[in-house]
């Protein structure tokens, strides 16, 4: 016995260390595999996509399985994005992914402009809000198609046409004049102006005259537009807010943030409000606004209420907040430049005189142009054009292949931060723009702060036209001065703002 028991363990204890190494070295090699597949470059969504690129495209992989979750969580995404692009020596194009959702970023004007003038790239990336608020049947929203298309030519026919611009022009003079009021009461009441406020309530009313052919009189608590201003407000949050349900469908069922919920509260609201407009409107015709256009072409067009409600509402607070974010982003570099600020108002006295600033001054006011442009340059309202692209077929940017349903973006505000694109990128300085003549509608992608392509930003015009003239009158009437110091921080949500309001002193100059 006792010489065959060595014969018997022996081989035994041979067999299961055998084994477990075999087990650990299996276990490895599905441990390297698996954190390897998670780390592939541009992180798991990008692992998963076939068929795979035959040169990865550079990226980081984030956290396993969340991705850069965390950079869309925060309030500056723009500028990791940038510094990531730089750190991975991807500027032309750099892959991520936030959980299952697959993303490229352009952060170079070249493969930026092949993005954004693609045809596979017309399409827009349905987030759950926008799509609980109904806005696939909105312009900014809506799938690239027929029913996009139509939207596109009706609205620049009868909307964002030169002439129904040029239209508006007198009421864009008297809301701006009802600004200054404001301003000067502030400056009665309190000694500071809450800039934001101001140009919030006058770009609500702006919009609010040239598509429901309304306007009101206050929107603070208790005034006439204080329902309006708190629907406006909410979407604007809602469609800003990262939502975790996008890109964890799993959690999406859940509803952990109270997204769908909110959602469907508002458009409860939205419906009764804008379905009132256009009751009113079909009862009494002949305003010549937005809502009576749509109302003249919905037989033609086969519009339903849902449909104009959905465009009406989308384009209010489009036109709203970009504009007065804009406005607010200058009047802080006027505050803290103001030598340029003196430069800017010697031009309009020159120009203008004493009487009132008009549209028509504005094409000679170079220098006030030229600042509003180096202000889209340094403080762009949408960093990353507010609303990404989605891949509609299999594609390529450059070398790289694209996969159907790849978000796209372009970091606008990297381009117009990158010293190899603009000379002291971080110095204001309007005057670049007296040397240089730099198109800022779509043509030139080194500075496109409205984007480019088939669904380049169709309020342009009509938002440099407002943007123009109110900070023509607000310079002909105030000088600007300091109140405490002017913080540039900036916090992006739907679009990119002042993280601290803006409030300083209006000094009359009558
Ligand atoms: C300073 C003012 C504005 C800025 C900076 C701005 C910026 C932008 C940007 C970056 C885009 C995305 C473009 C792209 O994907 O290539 C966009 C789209 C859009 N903007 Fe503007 N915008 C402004 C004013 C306005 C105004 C005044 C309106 C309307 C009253 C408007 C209506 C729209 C609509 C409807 C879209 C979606 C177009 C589509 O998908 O076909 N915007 N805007």
Known sequence: MASSSPSIFIPHAYDSSSALSLSLLLCFIAFVSI??????PGGLSWALSKPRAKAAIPGPSGVPFLGLVFVFTSSLTHRTLAKLSKLFNAKPLMAFSVGLTRFVVSSQPETAKEILNSTHFADRPAKESAYEL???RSMGFAPYGEYWRNLRRISATHMFSQKRVSGFGSFRQDIGSRMMEQVSSSMEQNGVVEVKKVLHYASLNNAMMSIFGKCYD???????????????????????IFNWSDHFPVIGWFDLQGVRKRCKDLVAKVNVFVGDVIKEHREKRGGGDFVDVLLDLE???????????AVLWEMIFRGTDTVAI????????????PDIQTRARSEIASVVGNRSVTDADLENLPY??????ETLRVHPPGPLLSW????????????HFIPAGTTAMVNMWAITHDERVWAEPNRFNPERFLDEDVSIMGTDLRLAPFGAGRRVCPGKSMGLATVHLWLAQLLQKFEWVEHGSVDLSECLKLSMEMKKPLVCKAVSMA
């Open 35 to 40: 954190f390897s597949f998670i780390l592939a």
């Open 134 to 136: 109904l806005f696939y």
């Open 218 to 240: 206050s929107f603070g608590n208790g005034g006439d537009g204080y329902e309006v201003e708190k629907l406006v407000s909410e979407g604007y949050e809602l469609l800003g």
């Open 299 to 309: 037989a033609e067009n086969k519009f339903t209420d849902g449909d104009m409600i």
């Open 326 to 337: 804009l406005l607010e982003w200058t009047l802080a570099r006027m505050v803290l430049h």
């Open 368 to 373: 006030l142009q030229a600042i509003v442009k």
């Open 388 to 399: 990404a692209r989605l891949s509609t077929q299999d594609t390529h940017v450059g070398p």
